[in-house]
């Protein structure tokens, strides 16, 4: 049987078709927009050890070869103000991230270990920390520093660690004058005698002299901690407690995009230093890259890594790393390992380098 409509039916029916039409069009907009709400990338506010240098690469080419983004993250890249600093900015709630000192954080979780943030790959495995001296100086020990003035930025993580270093050589602490200074002038105020000792990183002041036309070489002398029993981890990458509580899937991406990028740094320096002066262009490229290398060669290759891969910590050493700092800084607890170091986000042993 055939159904006829008069003209104003046909005129209400086509009607409610395109309101229908509408309708559905309208609900397929709000899901689409509900939809790219659910899948924004996750923002990661990552603060660094320090300003723009060499050995930055690993996270710019992160950033700029989209692993950062294909793991669904937006991160956004502070510079720092020492390897202690960064620490209480990210237990403050300021950054998601940051990168710096693996015994600096030791000693917040012990002191706040709720507000301490947690270390999730090891980035610097050797101890970098050294005391600094001019070459022709009388100081050839730890212990000469007694009666003498050494000088470092107030957040460097080689001053944090003095106490540690005093205690294990016998130095008086009472007698030695500790005096901060602008990371830039740390160099300089060396030079011109006007301290007798430097605290820092051996590549941060091997490089910064050679920026000053200093040939470290032949006018400078290194007292390095891991000389005297501080075998001690260095640089690590941390999160945020309610970051990692909010966003573990995050935390596992960073660090997967992250370990891609490594693996490009290392087989070719040259690119990763062309990141670093995309954004800072004034630096010295031929420095920069001299100290990216130098970080490959030397910060990050304990022959610990054939065993466990670069990321990782060494559970026994790691706790003599507690140890130390609880010990030779009087704290009130002492922090677990694994209240220190999360490995739950590590990319697979199989997948990390192994050598450098």
């Known amino acids: 049987m055939a159904i006829f409509f008069s003209g104003p039916q046909v005129r209400w029916a086509l009607s409610a078709q395109i309101r229908a ?46 692993y950062f983004k294909a793991e669904g993250l937006d991160v956004s890249i502070d510079q720092g103000e020492g390897s202690s600093a960064s620490i209480p900015k990210v237990a403050a709630g300021a950054y998601d991230a940051g990168v710096g000192d693996t015994s600096a954080l030791i000693q917040l979780a ?17 101890p970098p920390f050294v005391i600094a001296v001019k070459a022709d100086s009388p100081i050839r020990t730890p212990k000469d520093l007694e009666g003498k003035t050494v000088g470092a930025p107030a957040g460097d993580g080689a001053l944090k660690l003095f ?9 008086d602490l009472s007698k030695v004058t500790l005096t901060n200074m602008a990371p830039n002038l740390r160099e300089q105020l060396l030079m011109r005698g006007q301290v007798d000792a430097v605290f820092g990183y051996l590549t941060t002041i091997t490089f910064s002299a050679k920026s000053m036309g ?7 002398r290194f007292i390095r901690y891991g000389d005297y029993g501080m075998d001690l981890y260095s640089n690590t990458i941390f999160f945020s407690q309610p970051f990692i509580n909010a966003h573990p899937e995050a935390v596992r991406g960073f660090l997967t995009a992250l370990d891609k990028a490594i693996k490009d740094v290392v087989a070719d320096p040259e690119a990763g230093v062309d990141a670093v002066m995309k954004r800072e262009p004034l630096l010295k490229r031929d420095v920069e890259l001299a100290k990216l290398k130098s970080a490959i060669a030397v910060d990050m290759s304990h022959p610990e890594i054939a065993r466990i891969g670069l990321g990782d910590v060494d559970e026994e050493r790691l706790k003599k790393n507690i140890a130390v700092v609880v010990e030779t800084n009087a704290l009130p607890v002492t922090p677990s390992p694994d ?18």
């Open 214 to 220: 200093i040939d470290p070489a032949s006018q400078l």
């Open 21 to 66: 039409i509408g309708t559905f069009v309208s609900l397929g907009a709000a899901l689409l927009a509900a939809s790219g709400t659910a899948w924004a990338d996750t923002p990661i506010k990552l603060v660094m050890s320090w300003k723009y240098e060499g050995p930055q690469a690993f996270y710019y080419i992160a950033q700029d070869k989209g």
């Open 110 to 126: 012990a002191k706040e270990p709720a507000q301490a943030p947690k270390a999730v790959f090891m980035m610097y495995n050797t």
């Open 163 to 171: 106490p540690a270093l005093a205690k294990q050589t016998g130095i």
């Open 339 to 356: 209240a220190v170091f999360d490995r739950r986000f590590l990319p697979a042993r199989g997948t990390r380098l192994s050598s450098l």
